[in-house]
């Protein structure tokens, strides 16, 4: 009996806290939209591409709105913020690790699906006294498009 008591407070404390959470974050139909857009688009889009798209649909969108549910969907961990140095931010809905190629040419960030080289991070904690736990790998050149039109000589 008191093993089920156990279990039942154990189940009602789990769902009050997963109301919280739901709480916390309104449900919200701009965010949703956010969202939508960054899982069909494998541009890995800017702040302002995503308002330029969604300008039309909702109205009384601003880039304050858009900054404020990218941040929220980061703190989700729903999306990724990629951060390029002196550049904007770009952003990612795809949240599992993965390597990134960057055309020179056009700035398209485009997503690889090569295996994460957990061997680097082993390298650096060997020949250092830091501790790496994770790594980033951008790829640069060019895109498809971009090596097709200068082959042509465009
Ligand atoms: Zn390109
Ligand atoms: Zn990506």
Wanted: aromatic share 10%; charged share 30%; hydrophobic share 35%.
């Amino acid at each position: 009996m008191i093993k089920l008591i156990i279990i039942l407070s154990f189940i009602r404390h789990s769902a009050l806290k997963k109301e919280a959470r739901e709480k916390k974050y309104k449900r919200s139909r701009q965010r949703e939209k956010i969202l939508d857009i960054l899982h069909t688009s494998s541009i890995h889009p800017t702040a302002a591409w995503i308002y330029e798209r969604l300008k039309e649909e909702i109205p009384d969108l601003s880039m304050g709105t858009i900054y404020r549910n990218l941040n929220i969907l980061i703190e989700q961990r729903l999306v990724r913020k990629i951060d390029f140095g002196s550049t904007f931010d770009r952003f990612d809905a795809n949240v599992d690790p993965h390597y990134h190629f960057i055309c020179e040419k056009c700035g398209a960030i485009i997503d690889l699906d090569l295996p994460i080289d957990a061997s680097l991070n082993e390298m650096v904690n060997k020949k250092t006294q830091f501790r790496a736990k994770r790594h980033r790998i951008e790829f640069y050149g060019l895109c498809n498009k971009c090596a097709q039109k200068q082959y042509e000589g465009k």
